[in-house]
């Protein structure tokens, strides 16, 4: 090698090394930087004295920006808090984060990773600040990296922000996780920020809920970039309380960003996007549900094995004919399916699934279900309608707003309709998850043609009474006879909802599975592998 | 036509697979074998039919180290129908796994993936152990798996002690040292009472070692239950005392002597800069409006409790070297050795003769009469005052000055003195010094039972209730006292709390308060029935399937005292009967009695010793079944 190679490769490996930590003083910069509001920010309000710690400052950025197919995700995070107790101290004395990793969003990239910043700064009562070196101070096993911080004392703040940009590479459209949160948490907040940059491609779906305030736009110089920001100030904590749904009643926000390229890319996007980059979706119309539904659920699937099912039997009404299907669809598409589910988990063969051909119908989704249900219910000439809904907890479906919310199930209008919901090993027909009932809903239906789903209507669940729903446990008692203990036997029966948790606990799979078989004249999958 | 090559490669790859199965499927021996094992272990799920453990040494001569090879060969069988387990062993900086194989019956290798990650401890914040592992699977009864594992130590120092008993149960254990003549190591013997261990010494081969050769049969597994001794307690093992090698005609100590040890420790402790500079503002700050030197010791003793967090780095030398003064000082947070280092510096700036001291808690059955590495696991300072010997242990949050926790009492000690030692004893306690005293006294009106309570904690109930206090977040502090007085119990109702300063620990404990109970009390046709125990402390502490010694974290003594008024018009017409038992380990007294028109209802539990031996389980059994009858039997009043 001559020196002057060597002397170029030392530049090159200088240059990259100087260029990694320039994001990293940029991050630094723009938390702690000259711009930094809250620096000396160290007063806390009489009234939180006694809290465990207080957050004077919590700031949440999102960045979201691109390059043809490469998007670039930033996220992060920065809290000032006074700690208060020793609790608090212990909490916040040890940080645990991952430096470099690979995204798991889009296309693996074997080479593109992503970078993870922390900084840690500590401010004593009398207001001398003190940044830790994370850089010396940790520790790093098996690519994750350890701090623990020195010299934290109960009467401190503690200032800190995490920082992580990853880049990540993706052709077709793109969903974020959505985020859905109340704007409290374990420490009362002082000044709260949550921040938005973004640019073309990049479609956000935003709601403040429950008296949170609402997302404001921020002039921008550039046409393409546009920011948001909500700002709130004394959140208190939250209290954690139970039979509680805190979405519904604290002030909340949820959000979801998407990405989608050009028009052809934005149609395979599979949720509600807002028409323009510009515009933020704050709800989501009737009528954008049936554009994006009516053809995500028309009726589709091979009912040719329930025809079979059916051909020996007879019905006195669609109802008898509709449950007979629900629990044969049950076994058929699930059920039979569960030994092999065993045995590839047990090792006990590697390619289970094999003995059941190649044309196997397996419902795996919401989605799956409601087509194949569907389909038969056409054929069979029995009318229904699509049921589209949110659980309680959500929040009710006129704030509708992120498609992951929904839940669908099928509403059968025999003489008194019927619901029928994707199954597990133990739903059974006219159930739906008790987290629905009462709620508002909407309702999807083919009108005009037998072929698509046209028309949206509001529709409203049925509840179930207590009684529906009872727990009864009779228990006899006899006293010995020379009164040294008491004999107990007790018959538990439960009704409605209560029984598939019980299903859950006290069945294996091998109690119904070889009963479905013998009912329903299959095969087990033991006598399959036998067989081949 | 893919989709159909793609099936075809399928059905190809598990017929084949299906195929050599067969080659190792259980034998009808193993299965029978396997049968019989079952009944004979019936609470594990896999045995082994033999298990060898081969050790030798070398030396290392560019380190001037003697070096170990541990070897150990399994093999396992299963006795359930199907078990999965893993396959693992830790190694450090100071070890490395040479070999870990795993094979069918039929000798061929099994494709487990190995995989090796670090050692994740809830109470080390960082170490630099890990650990090399695999989920292996026992797909029928009798299926076999082959294991070799072998571990080599870098220093021998590092590798204290061989055990019998493992995570399964063997049908044959055997243990064979090879010691060469130029290395004197002492094997010592531990608790081998009442067990057929069958010694043999021979030559080697080539005739320059000695092969000891230790074999036991029928060994079950260790024991899976709580509470229970330390291991070096209750199994049978081989101590390693390395105490000299020979090479080029000198002979070298490595731990001849406790001197030995001593010394090595002492270098770790030497190479220490001790600039107490950063420390000298604090000390005066805790000693300068002092008016006795208790008070001087007390603040700076209690100031380390308070302020220095436990978060122990334990990566290689670290373990066993503590960290300067000044670091943990300014850190704010260090481990046990951090600690005692930083209370010696302390009250040496302070003008004390403060030293450090090397100490193996309860849980550890060695002394410093057998110098190894595995004989001590804590570091504590030791205090030369007036000719009294004091210990502060900087890791007991809210000990107070003078007083120990159970874990080291009548413990051995090392204490450094230049470059000799001194050997002591941590003084014991008796199980008054932890008393807990309640005192109810309580009316009757209609079917309310109601009055005040007081509860005194002493001692080392002390300690941990305020321990226990202060680490929870200031919001819930009146919270917690509340659920702690009523146990969660939503007929009990406590108000007017009144306690002692939750922050001292020099005092005792005394917290005060009203109660009212609910649905304590049955009433029917001229009869009150009355249910007087809201605590019913010990009613779950029955050993009936227990091998083991239980322990409790420290001596107890519980005084709870109910009085309660007997409403007018009504005469007792039952009280339960009086029990007590009494012998070494515990004095067990439960009394009815009365005065005037007041029931005196009197629990005094002393557990002495802070255990209860398997010898004794028989009598305490029957004991708590008394006491269980006994809080299940109501007392009675009639109207008059």
């Known amino acids: 090698m001559t020196s002057k190679f060597l002397f170029t490769l030392l530049l090159a490996f200088s240059v990259s090394a100087f260029s990694q930590s320039k994001e990293e003083l940029e991050a630094k910069d723009f938390f702690w930087g000259a711009n930094d509001a809250y620096k000396d920010a160290n007063e806390i309000p009489e009234d939180w004295k006694n809290e465990s710690a207080v957050i004077i400052y919590k700031n949440e950025n999102y960045d979201f920006h691109k390059f043809g197919k490469n998007v670039t995700y930033t996220t992060s995070l920065r809290k000032r808090i006074k700690l208060l107790d020793k609790a608090a101290v212990e909490e916040f004395s040890e940080f645990t984060f991952t430096k470099r990793f690979r995204s798991s969003k889009g296309r693996y990239s074997w080479k593109k990773k992503g970078d993870r910043y922390v900084g840690v700064k500590i401010i004593k009562p009398d207001g001398t600040a003190t940044e830790i070196d994370v850089e010396n101070d940790a520790v790093e096993?098996?690519?994750?990296?350890?701090?623990?911080?020195?010299?934290?004392?109960?009467?401190?703040?503690?200032?800190?922000?995490?920082?992580?940009?990853?880049?990540?590479?993706?052709?077709?459209?793109?969903?974020?996780?959505?985020?859905?949160?109340?704007?409290?948490?374990?420490?009362?907040?002082?000044?709260?920020?949550?921040?938005?940059?973004?640019?073309?491609?990049?479609?956000?779906?935003?709601?403040?809920?429950?008296?949170?305030?609402?997302?404001?736009?921020?002039?921008?110089?550039?046409?393409?970039?546009?920011?948001?920001?909500?700002?709130?100030?004394?959140?208190?904590?939250?209290?954690?309380?139970?039979?509680?749904?805190?979405?519904?009643?604290?002030?909340?926000?949820?959000?979801?960003?998407?990405?989608?390229?050009?028009?052809?890319?934005?149609?395979?996007?599979?949720?509600?996007?807002?028409?323009?980059?510009?515009?933020?979706?704050?709800?989501?119309?009737?009528?954008?549900?049936?554009?994006?539904?009516?053809?995500?659920?028309?009726?589709?699937?091979?009912?040719?094995?329930?025809?079979?099912?059916?051909?020996?039997?007879?019905?006195?009404?669609?109802?008898?004919?509709?449950?007979a299907a629900y629990y044969y669809m049950r076994?058929?598409?699930?059920?039979?399916?569960?030994?092999?589910?065993?045995?590839?988990?047990?090792?006990?063969?590697?390619?289970?699934?094999?003995?059941?051909?190649?044309?196997?119908?397996?419902?795996?989704?919401?989605?799956?279900?409601?087509?194949?249900?569907?389909?038969?219910?056409?054929?069979?000439?029995?009318?229904?309608?699509?049921?589209?809904?949110?659980?309680?907890?959500?929040?009710?479906?006129?704030?509708?707003?992120?498609?992951?919310?929904?839940?669908?199930?099928?509403?059968?209008?025999?003489?008194?309709?019927?619901?029928?919901?994707?199954?597990?090993?133990?739903?059974?027909i006219n159930e739906f998850p008790p987290l629905m009932e009462g709620t508002d809903v909407y309702l999807l239906s083919s009108k005009k043609t037998k072929r698509i789903i046209d028309v949206i209507e509001n529709g409203k669940l049925p509840t179930s009474t207590y009684d529906q729903n009872e727990t009864k446990k009779e228990i006899t008692l006899s006293l010995n006879d020379d009164f040294s203990g008491i004999s107990v036997s007790a018959v538990n029966s439960f009704k409605g909802h209560e029984k598939s948790d019980q299903h859950y606990d006290r069945l294996l799979f091998s109690d119904y599975v070889f009963e479905d078989y013998k009912k329903y004249e299959t095969e087990s999958w033991i006598e399959l592998i036998r067989r081949k | 036509m893919t989709k159909y090559l793609l099936n075809f490669a399928l059905v190809l790859t598990l017929s084949f697979?299906?195929?050599?199965?067969?080659?190792?499927?259980?034998?009808?021996?193993?299965?029978?074998?396997?049968?019989?094992?079952?009944?004979?272990?019936?609470d594990d799920n896999v045995a082994l039919i033999s298990s060898k453990d081969q050790v030798t040494f070398d030396f290392d001569k560019r380190e001037k180290k003697v070096t170990v090879m541990h070897q150990v060969d399994e093999n396992m069988i299963n006795i359930d129908a199907r078990a999965d387990i893993q396959v693992y062993n830790f190694y450090d900086g100071e070890s490395t796994i040479e070999e870990f194989e795993i094979k069918y019956r039929n000798d061929k290798t099994a494709n487990f993936f190995l995989k090796d990650e670090a050692y994740k401890s809830d109470d080390l914040f960082h170490n630099d152990t890990r650990v090399k592992y695999t989920g292996i699977d026992f797909p029928l009864k009798g299926y076999r798996y082959l294991t070799t594992i072998s571990k080599h130590y870098k220093d021998i120092k590092y590798f204290t002690k061989l055990y019998f008993n493992g995570e399964y149960p063997t049908v044959k254990k055997t243990i064979v040292v090879e010691i060469p003549y130029w290395l004197d190591v002492e094997l010592k013997e531990l608790n081998f009472e009442g067990y057929d261990i069958v010694k043999k010494v021979t030559d080697s081969n080539k005739g320059n070692a000695k092969i000891h050769t230790y074999t036991l049969e029928n060994v079950p597994s260790r024991f899976k239950e709580s509470n229970a001794p330390g291991p070096t307690y209750i199994y049978p093992?081989?101590?390693?005392?390395?105490?000299?090698?020979?090479?080029?005609?000198?002979?070298?100590s490595i731990f001849k002597e406790t001197q030995d040890l001593y010394n090595w420790y002492k270098s770790l402790v030497n190479s220490l800069e001790n600039d107490n500079t950063p420390l000298k503002d604090k000390v005066k700050e805790l000693t300068e409006n002092a008016k006795t030197d208790e008070e001087k010791i007390k603040n700076i003793y209690y100031w380390v409790q308070d302020n220095i967090r436990y978060i122990a780095f334990e990566d290689g030398i670290a373990g066993f070297k503590p960290d300067e003064a000044s670091n943990v000082f300014t850190k704010r947070y260090g481990d046990c050795k951090g600690m005692a280092n930083l209370t010696k510096q302390m009250l040496i700036e302070a003008g004390f003769d403060a030293r450090l001291t090397w100490i193996g808690t309860k849980r550890i059955a060695y002394d410093y009469s057998t110098p190894n590495l595995s004989i001590d696991n804590h570091m504590i300072c030791t205090l030369f005052k007036d000719g009294k010997t004091i210990f502060l242990d900087g890791t007991e949050k809210f000990n107070a000055y003078g007083e120990y926790a159970d874990r080291i009492q009548g413990k051995q000690v090392l204490i450094e003195d230049g470059d000799a030692f001194i050997l002591e004893y941590v003084p014991t306690s008796e199980a008054t010094f932890n008393k807990e005293q309640f005192e109810f006294t309580l009316t009757l009106n209609d079917d309310t039972i109601s009055g005040a309570v007081d509860k005194k904690f002493n001692g080392e109930s002390r300690s941990s209730l305020l321990y226990y206090f202060n680490s929870l977040k200031n919001d819930n502090k009146d919270e917690f006292l509340e659920y702690y007085l009523n146990k969660g119990n939503s007929n009990i109702k406590v108000s007017n709390i009144n306690t002692t300063d939750l922050l001292d620990r020099d005092e005792n404990i005394d917290i005060s308060y009203d109660v009212t109970i609910k649905n304590a009390v049955s009433s029917f046709d001229g009869q009150v029935y009355i249910d007087l125990d809201f605590d019913k402390e010990l009613s779950s502490h029955k050993f009936d399937e227990r091998k083991t010694d239980y322990i409790f974290d420290s001596k107890k003594d519980l005084e709870s005292t109910t009085r309660l008024e007997i409403p007018n018009g009504y005469k007792i017409s039952h009280l339960p009967e009086n029990i007590s038992v009494s012998s070494t380990n515990y004095d067990m007294d439960v009394n009815f009695s009365k005065e005037n028109n007041i029931i005196i209802y009197k629990k005094r539990f002393k557990i002495k010793n802070a255990k209860i031996e398997t010898s004794d389980f028989s009598e305490w059994n029957s004991f708590i079944k008394q006491l269980n009858a006994l809080y299940n039997e109501q007392i009675i009043l009639t109207k008059e």
Request: aromatic fraction near 16%; charge should be negative; proline fraction near 5%.
């Open chain 2, 17 to 42: 697979s299906a195929f050599a199965q067969k080659r190792i499927d259980p034998t009808a021996e193993d299965k029978a074998l396997a049968t019989a094992l079952k009944e004979q272990f019936e």
């Open chain 1, 331 to 428: 076994h058929f598409y699930l059920t039979r399916y569960i030994e092999a589910f065993y045995a590839k988990e047990a090792d006990i063969s590697s390619y289970p699934f094999m003995v059941y051909g190649n044309n196997v119908v397996f419902i795996q989704s919401q989605k799956q279900f409601i087509r194949h249900f569907t389909e038969f219910l056409k054929k069979q000439k029995i009318d229904y309608d699509i049921v589209v809904g949110k659980k309680r907890y959500d929040g009710p479906i006129s704030t509708l707003l992120i498609e992951k919310n929904v839940d669908v199930i099928v509403k059968i209008n025999t003489a008194t309709p019927m619901y029928a919901q994707f199954f597990s090993p133990h739903t059974n």
């Open chain 1, 141 to 323: 096993v098996d690519g994750e990296t350890k701090l623990a911080i020195a010299n934290l004392e109960v009467g401190d703040i503690i200032d800190y922000y995490s920082y992580k940009n990853e880049p990540f590479k993706t052709t077709y459209a793109f969903g974020f996780e959505p985020v859905e949160t109340s704007l409290g948490e374990e420490y009362p907040i002082m000044d709260f920020k949550l921040f938005f940059e973004t640019e073309n491609d990049f479609f956000i779906n935003f709601n403040s809920f429950n008296g949170a305030p609402d997302l404001k736009e921020i002039p921008t110089e550039q046409k393409n970039m546009r920011r948001y920001e909500l700002t709130e100030t004394n959140i208190p904590k939250s209290e954690y309380t139970r039979w509680f749904y805190p979405l519904v009643e604290k002030p909340a926000y949820k959000f979801q960003v998407y990405f989608a390229r050009s028009g052809k890319f934005e149609d395979r996007a599979l949720a509600f996007l807002p028409e323009k980059e510009n515009i933020i979706k704050t709800t989501v119309s009737q009528e954008e549900v049936l554009d994006l539904y009516d053809n995500r659920f028309k009726p589709d699937g091979d009912v040719g094995d329930v025809k079979d099912f059916f051909k020996k039997k007879t019905f006195s009404n669609d109802a008898e004919k509709v449950t």
């Open chain 2, 237 to 252: 093992h081989i101590l390693i005392l390395p105490k000299t090698y020979t090479k080029n005609d000198e002979t070298v």
